[in-house]
């Protein structure tokens, strides 16, 4: 395992015990409410801190961006965390949240880490090094067929601006696949279809930490991703399709189809 993938290992560990510690006694976990459907809890914060102090006990170098505490200048690495992606699911005991911890360099993923601490799934990628779950090798479903793919998504649930195009992109899709599943962590959706557990994802207006460390996962297992576009550009624009290389383009023309032009970066 590379050295810095090795330290993001051991500071998921960490918030994963912190996050399951407090798991059996949420009615006395504290809760601030950052915006419209918006939460942050002590266990994020306590979570992240712990995260940040092993990264940067190790790089101390290193910049940080982390969903709770923000940006921190350093070098030309970058630490991308989310501590509690799915603070919802966790506030009401629904099994579904992970840590989350990516390593930017010059801009590139290069390390990634995803993990689940109430299954002990844990997801790891090094770029050109390919993706595992518990030190096995995965990859992205060989599905060819979208009438046969499961797909997962997320609800723009923090802004109502894009609601309507999603219900769009779902009326399309729905009828044309298994399933469509939406399970309220961005990242453990992404790890998933990583590991072939889904076909596809896609998503409006996500954050860089909820998907991150997910895309490097999806890379390193041979899937692809870009914006609704079809460009790199998912990072800045939140707008994110991913999907094995043989649903991907027929994926990212039903929702090009489905949503206006502008809205297509």
Request: hydrophobic content about 40%.
């Amino acid at each position: 395992m590379h050295p810095m993938l090795n330290t993001a290992v051991k500071a998921a560990r960490r918030a994963g015990k912190i996050i399951m510690r407090h798991y059996e006694r949420l009615e006395r976990v504290a809760v601030e409410n950052k915006g419209y459907n918006d939460y942050v809890t002590e266990v994020d914060r306590m979570a992240e801190a712990e995260i940040i102090g092993v990264l940067q006990s190790a790089y101390p170098d290193h910049a940080v961006l982390a969903e709770e505490s923000g940006q921190r200048t350093g070098n030309d690495y970058l630490w991308i965390i989310d501590p509690l992606d799915g603070t919802t699911n966790y506030l009401h005991g629904y099994p579904q949240f992970a840590v989350s911890i990516a390593l930017h360099f010059q801009g590139r993923p290069h390390q990634a880490v995803v993990f689940d601490p109430l299954h002990n799934e844990l997801f790891t990628a090094s770029r050109g090094a390919g993706a595992q779950l518990n030190d096995r090798r995965i990859r992205v479903s060989a599905a060819s067929r979208l009438e046969r793919c499961l797909l997962g998504t997320g609800f723009p649930f923090k802004s109502m601006a894009h609601l309507e195009s999603w219900i769009s992109t779902f009326r399309t899709l729905l009828p044309q696949t298994s399933g469509v599943r939406r399970a309220g962590s961005a990242a453990l959706d992404l790890a998933h279809v990583a590991c072939g557990r889904l076909d596809g994802f896609w998503e409006f207006g996500l954050k860089p930490w909820d998907m991150a460390a997910g895309c490097l996962l999806i890379e390193e297992g041979g899937g692809l991703l870009s914006d609704f576009r079809g460009e790199q550009n998912h990072l800045e624009s939140g707008n994110l399709i991913a999907a094995n290389p043989k649903i991907y383009p027929e994926l990212l023309r039903q929702i090009q189809q489905s949503i206006p032009e502008d809205l297509r970066c």
